[in-house]
């Protein structure tokens, strides 16, 4: 998974965490990726700094740290 374009407006991402599928919401959905990502960071997410991934949501990467 990735952060992706929804809808028909190619500005509004959506990140998918690649271990469950679940995505981050943000709330203002109308950001660049670097700000959608520092958001995600701040809520617990891990992955690479790039939109392509892989990306890991709080849940999927605190049980990684943990094994």
């Known amino acids: 998974m990735t952060a992706i374009p929804t809808g028909r407006d190619p500005v509004v991402l959506l990140l998918i965490c690649d271990s469950c ?8 959905r109308r950001q660049e ?6 958001r995600a960071v701040a809520a617990g ?4 700094d790039r939109a392509i ?8 990467a605190e049980q ?3 094994r």
């Open 53 to 60: 991934g892989p990306h890991r949501c709080d849940r999927c």
């Open 45 to 48: 997410w891990d992955g690479r």
């Open 21 to 28: 599928g679940r995505d981050f919401d943000p709330g203002d």
């Open 64 to 66: 990684d740290r943990a």
């Open 33 to 38: 990726w670097i700000v959608l990502w520092q």
